[in-house]
């Protein structure tokens, strides 16, 4: 099937510098190839990766910059070589839209993990030399590949927060066995990423304890969010309480803190991932002492992100969003920064965007 894609004028939302103010802009997406989807995008979620890449903090953000990698809507070409997908299907594009295809990770269905790098869905170079521009925006051209199916009966807007919150950790747990029902598991940090964990943990039918250094968290995360403990972590005492009673702890955190601590409330071989972007310090004793083990994890690959959304739409696991307008975008980073949401920004593109 042919396309004429790269004539049309895709409208988006881009930052120009490094203040990240968002503001319309229009572009080209690239014409359809055989093996491409393209994509009428209904909602993005909101990440804070879309704040860092904007306000340009890892110092080599390219502007103009459309930010959002939490992609869903549906299809409105196939390339002719197409096989997995046809015009009218609900579909998600997550953090990365191509990799070399050809590495054991590749080939493992890891492409996360591409020896030569994955691309990222917006401000990666693309193998063409473009530089990918992401879902704050009308439509969007990818690879059959990089596109993941969304039951008919998942909700659009709820789907998006999957794409990254969800299976940042939903790989760990999946990898370090975390779905034993009757264990045990800790979530440090409440946001985007620590709802998502404390959710399915309760799917996997863990027992699920909540550590946060607010108290303000205590009834959201028992009686909103199903968790059996919440525990307040500037409580030596309440954390003492819970030593060596957790398999697993997922830290969501952002900010810095001490490990040694939660490292103590792990069981004997328990597993202890990262997936926030805290620096690490701690004592090689704690770890020795008790087989314990630290990993870390970066979103996931295509087998588990379809994995993942397939068990979502079975177990009805649904993200706890708040839904807003494209024009709001430019306050709902401020408050994403002031960790202001309840628990994901996702953004109405078909309502929204004209």
């Known amino acids: 099937m042919s396309s004429d894609c790269a004539k049309e004028d895709c409208l988006g939302w881009a930052a120009r510098d490094p203040s990240g103010f968002l503001s319309p802009y229009k572009f080209s997406r690239r014409t359809v190839g055989s093996d491409d989807v393209s994509i009428r995008i209904t909602h993005c979620g909101v990440c804070y990766a879309d704040v860092a890449w904007t306000r340009n903090e890892h110092g080599n953000s390219k502007y103009p910059l459309v930010p959002g990698h939490e992609i869903v809507g549906i299809v409105k070409e196939v390339g002719s070589s197409v096989q997995r997908f046809k015009v009218g299907d609900h579909v998600g594009v997550g953090t990365y839209v191509n990799s070399c295809r050809e590495c054991e990770y590749c080939n493992d269905g890891l492409e996360v993990n591409c020896e030569k790098g994955a691309v990222f869905t917006f401000d990666g170079i693309d193998a063409d030399g473009t530089v990918t521009k992401g879902g704050y925006s009308s439509h969007i051209v990818v690879h ?211």
């Open 144 to 354: 059959e590949r990089y596109c993941f199916r969304i039951p008919e009966n998942y909700p659009l807007a709820l789907a998006a927060p999957l794409l990254c919150a969800g299976i940042t950790v939903y790989t760990p747990m999946m990898r370090h066995k975390m779905n034993q029902p009757g264990k045990s598991l800790g979530v440090i940090g409440l946001g985007g990423l620590g709802h998502m964990a404390v959710k399915f943990g309760k799917a996997f039918g863990l027992k699920v304890a909540v550590f946060s250094t607010s108290i303000s968290k205590k009834e959201e995360a028992l009686s909103l969010l199903g968790a059996d403990h919440f525990v307040l972590s500037s409580d030596q005492e309440q954390m003492k309480a819970m030593a060596k009673s957790l398999n697993f702890i997922i830290d969501t955190a952002s900010s810095n803190h001490p490990f040694d601590p939660y490292i103590s409330l792990l069981k004997t071989g328990g597993v202890l991932a990262l997936v926030g972007s805290s620096e690490v310090k701690l004592s090689p004793g704690s770890l020795n002492f008790g087989m314990k083990t630290v990993s870390g994890s970066l979103t996931g690959g295509t087998k588990d992100i379809q994995e993942m959304i397939d068990f979502c739409a079975a177990q009805k696991v649904y993200p706890k969003i708040e839904l807003i307008p494209i024009d709001y975008a430019n306050e709902a980073l401020e408050r994403l920064i002031k960790r202001d949401v309840k628990y994901r920004f996702v953004i109405d593109i078909e309502n929204s965007l004209k």
